[in-house]
């Protein structure tokens, strides 16, 4: 009996495949866990997934995932400090330290001409609309340190340069709590050369 | 903007750690790709998810998963041989090496005094009503080769014997393509104790 050739079943084990970094066997896994589980497990799996399809949108502000628009966190804080980010997910992280207060801007990408993403693909724009509010003093760039965030954040400095606002970029260097001996070349190299007085 | 405080998302999230081995980072991954997937793609899933539960039933013959009843197995081959198994996992294995052409018997447990299953918990009446049709001249046990599945194989071994049928056990030894090495003491004497000439 093999349990692929049962056609519902069949389609569930596709359908979960799908998912990022499932392969075929954990699919089937989680389609017996749904043939086991309580008939209000799996309706409260199928509905969450399409609530979330039907309720999420973009905030109108920050361009993060909310269910009302503006988000939360546009709402309730101050624009003083924006922190650029690539995608939600990074915006997530920094929210996670619990370290900073501030407004997110996420660029739904970065720069990257080999896929044919230009500044006029992310929401570079958006930004600059935001800052014009005169309440802006500094704007954190803190885009992915691989080529197209370094690029990315160069490009959004260079933008804000003439707007006389503060411009940083997140520190680069040896993660807490690895090894010397394990980090790479370059991030070394940035580490000795970005080294601080203590 | 934690992404695990926008209710619909919290929910999601929720619902996905749910499934066997997903921790809460795997469910939040999950619950982006939902974000960003198309429509279709996530209703296919929701649906796929509900059609297995309305659609699969157990074979009234076997006990295996189906979405018809008999099922195709118990349809199509005959009952000359009926491999034993503890779980529809176990003879999705088995169908998988496509070396058995029999039917399959699922016991749905093993005897396990412990945890008070006793044999009339699991599917053994079923089993001995299914060898009365006199068709069927051995029985393999193939449940898992530890205690629960070994107690298990001997009592259905015990009530078989009176109906004068072949009644065999999966052999058990070191695992092909494996190290001497690295196998385990109990398995290894086993393997010695079993050694075929050649």
């Given at each position: 009996m093999d349990i692929n050739k049962i056609e519902?079943i069949a389609r569930l084990i596709n359908?979960?495949?799908?998912?990022?970094?499932?392969?075929k066997?954990?699919a089937e896994?989680?389609a017996?866990?749904?043939?086991?589980?309580?008939?209000?497990?799996?309706?409260?799996?199928?509905?969450?997934?399409?609530?979330?399809?039907?309720?999420?949108?973009?905030?109108?502000?920050?361009?993060?995932?909310?269910?009302?628009?503006?988000?939360?966190?546009?709402?309730?804080?101050?624009?003083?400090?924006?922190?650029?980010?690539?995608?939600?997910?990074?915006?997530?992280?920094?929210?996670?330290?619990?370290?900073?207060?501030?407004?997110?801007?996420?660029?739904?990408?970065?720069?990257?001409?080999?896929?044919?993403?230009?500044?006029?693909?992310?929401?570079?724009?958006?930004?600059?609309?935001?800052?014009?509010?005169?309440?802006?003093?500094?704007?954190?760039?803190?885009?992915?340190?691989?080529?197209?965030?370094?690029?990315?954040?160069?490009?959004?400095?260079?933008?804000?340069?003439?707007?006389?606002?503060?411009?940083?970029?997140?520190?680069?260097?040896?993660?807490?709590?690895?090894?010397?001996?394990?980090?790479?070349?370059?991030?070394?190299?940035?580490?000795?050369?970005?080294?601080?007085?203590?």
């Amino acid at each position: 009996m093999d349990i692929n050739k049962i056609e519902p079943i069949a389609r569930l084990i596709n359908e979960f495949s799908k998912l990022p970094a499932v392969g075929k066997k954990t699919a089937e896994r989680y389609a017996y866990y749904i043939i086991r589980t309580s008939e209000e497990n799996a309706r409260n799996l199928a509905t969450s997934i399409m609530d979330v399809k039907s309720k999420i949108t973009f905030c109108e502000i920050c361009g993060n995932y909310t269910d009302s628009s503006p988000c939360k966190i546009c709402r309730d804080r101050s624009a003083k400090i924006i922190c650029v980010v690539k995608e939600p997910k990074d915006a997530m992280a920094i929210e996670k330290t619990g370290e900073f207060k501030g407004q997110y801007h996420i660029l739904h990408g970065t720069i990257n001409p080999i896929s044919g993403i230009g500044p006029n693909d992310i929401r570079i724009k958006e930004l600059l609309d935001r800052i014009s509010n005169n309440e802006t003093e500094e704007v954190i760039l803190a885009t992915n340190p691989d080529v197209e965030g370094e690029a990315t954040a160069l490009y959004i400095a260079k933008l804000l340069k003439p707007l006389q606002i503060k411009v940083s970029r997140i520190a680069q260097g040896i993660s807490i709590g690895s090894e010397l001996e394990y980090a790479d070349e370059v991030t070394l190299s940035r580490a000795l050369h970005d080294r601080k007085e203590i």
